[in-house]
């Protein structure tokens, strides 16, 4: 079956400018996470859905950055304001339900971002 | 707060040689312990896991124990090919459900 997708592949813009990166979940996977992979920082976690259940955002690394997840389906992270430190590969992933610390995340192809 | 630690690389090795990646990790609670490998041009994938003390996780040939008393994870393929060329990740997932990854290992494997 399909596996997780992420629009676009590849996206540059300019400093101050906002962006959306859109990821689609593998179908049935409840659970969506979003992480970024940059040279500076690695493999870090930005945000968590699950469910009906309020989301995880205890990995945002400021109030720039936001995400929504529509009918616990597709999910939107936007970057409001985009900064150079911006600049990294954004990953999502899903899992099946229960998300527990057993289930494998199923990650994305990622979205390149370059902030110029 | 968990974290991950794992053997930098770039580690290059010839076809056959014996390979070993190391991590450990800080963490509460009883983790779950993951190696994901990134191929060129691919995104990240599983490769194996283990989620208790004293479990072996295995796959392609590559396996991992968990050693809760020594908090280690360390990765292992007795006879590594080209096509291993790859960054590996360990990582751990705890209570909070999200991953915690270490700062990866580039793996080169020469003919």
């Known amino acids: 079956g399909a596996g997780v997708s992420q629009s676009p592949s590849n996206k540059v813009t300019e400093k101050g400018k906002d962006v959306e990166l859109r990821c689609d979940p593998i179908s049935g996977h409840t659970a969506l996470y979003w992480y970024r992979q940059s040279l500076g920082q690695g493999l870090e976690f930005l945000i968590y859905?699950?469910?009906?259940?309020?989301?995880?955002k205890s990995g945002l690394p400021s109030d720039r950055f936001s995400a929504e997840r529509t009918g616990g389906s597709v999910s939107t992270l936007t970057i409001q304001r985009t900064q150079q430190e911006d600049s990294a590969v954004y990953l999502c992933?899903?899992?099946?339900?229960?998300?527990?610390?057993?289930?494998?995340?199923?990650f994305g192809p990622g979205t390149r971002l370059t902030v110029l | 707060g968990d974290s991950v630690t794992q053997m930098e690389g770039p580690v290059t090795l010839s076809e056959e040689a014996f390979l070993t990646i190391n991590c450990t990790y800080t963490?509460?609670?009883?983790?779950?312990l993951f190696w994901y490998v990134q191929y060129p041009g691919e995104g990240l994938q599983l490769l194996l896991k283990a989620t208790k003390a004293d479990d072996k996780g295995s796959n392609k040939g590559f396996e991992a124990t968990y050693r809760k008393e020594t908090t280690s994870f360390h990765l292992e393929k007795g006879s590594v090919q080209v096509s291993d060329s790859a960054v590996y990740f360990c990582a751990l997932s705890n209570a909070g459900n999200m991953l915690t990854f270490g700062g990866g290992t580039r793996l080169m494997v020469k003919p």
């Open positions: 859905f699950q469910g009906n259940s309020a989301p995880d």
């Open positions: 963490a509460t609670g009883y983790p779950s």
């Open positions: 992933a899903s899992s099946l339900e229960p998300a527990d610390r057993y289930n494998e995340q199923f």
